[in-house]
């Protein structure tokens, strides 16, 4: 996932004649980490992709799973369906799966299976566009929300308006798990 996500950054970008810098200082993402992203050395956090995805018009299913082809009132992704990333990237404290089904088109909202293992260091704070439910299946997680730290365990929920400054890790013993939807 890490090569094909940065691939399509990359397309996007040259689809459009920007150059990695308007991009960069569009989406608020440094520059060698834009050109890390594009080529596969890392990983970019899901707010990055949802920063990213916005200043290069697309939605951030299109980042995952390139250009749409169903355009369904239902769709189902079966285990094994869905792109992951993230947990393993030294600048990330989290790994994600995206929920949907590859090529689907039309949604409102992006769901995606995040993992927090709460020996990795806490993320730094990130802002995009939209508004995210968060639900946790399992563990511990610390929100870092506009300033405020909540401590949200198996079964809390919380929705927050993604413009202000959050973040989420894990805290506890074990890998703990959440479902986000993300409307874009």
Same mark, same amino acid.
């Given at each position: 996932?890490?090569?094909?996500?940065?691939?399509?950054?990359?397309?996007?970008?040259?689809?459009?004649?920007?150059?990695?810098?308007?991009?960069? !200082? &569009?989406? *608020?993402?440094?520059?060698?980490?834009?050109?890390? /992203?594009?080529?596969?050395?890392?990983?970019? @956090?899901?707010? +990055?992709?949802?920063?990213?995805?916005?200043?290069?018009?697309?939605?951030?299913?299109?980042?995952?799973?390139?250009?749409?082809?169903?355009?369904?009132?239902?769709?189902?992704?079966?285990?094994?369906? !869905? &792109?992951? *990333?993230?947990?393993?990237?030294?600048?990330?404290? /989290?790994?994600?799966?995206?929920?949907?089904? @590859?090529?689907? +088109?039309?949604?409102?909202?992006?769901?995606?299976?995040?993992?927090?293992?709460?020996?990795?260091?806490?993320?730094?704070?990130?802002?995009?566009?939209?508004?995210?439910?968060?639900?946790?299946?399992?563990?511990?997680?610390?929100?870092?929300?506009?300033?405020?730290?909540?401590?949200?365990?198996?079964?809390?929920?919380?929705?927050?308006?993604?413009?202000?400054?959050?973040?989420?890790?894990?805290?506890?013993?074990?890998?703990?798990?959440?479902?986000?939807?993300?409307?874009?």
């Amino acid at each position: 996932m890490r090569k094909y996500v940065g691939e399509r950054i990359r397309k996007l970008r040259e689809a459009q004649g920007l150059t990695p810098e308007k991009v960069s !200082s &569009l989406a *608020g993402v440094e520059l060698e980490r834009l050109k890390a /992203y594009e080529s596969g050395d890392a990983v970019a @956090p899901i707010g +990055v992709v949802i920063k990213l995805s916005r200043v290069l018009g697309s939605k951030v299913e299109g980042m995952f799973h390139g250009g749409g082809t169903v355009s369904e009132a239902i769709t189902i992704c079966r285990a094994g369906e !869905s &792109l992951s *990333g993230g947990q393993g990237n030294t600048d990330q404290s /989290y790994g994600y799966a995206s929920l949907t089904r @590859p090529g689907t +088109v039309g949604h409102i909202m992006e769901p995606f299976l995040l993992t927090f293992d709460p020996a990795v260091q806490r993320g730094a704070p990130i802002c995009h566009d939209g508004q995210e439910f968060v639900l946790i299946l399992e563990g511990s997680i610390e929100l870092y929300y506009d300033g405020t730290i909540h401590s949200l365990e198996r079964g809390d929920s919380a929705y927050l308006d993604s413009t202000k400054p959050h973040t989420f890790h894990g805290t506890g013993e074990s890998i703990a798990k959440m479902l986000a939807v993300v409307t874009s």
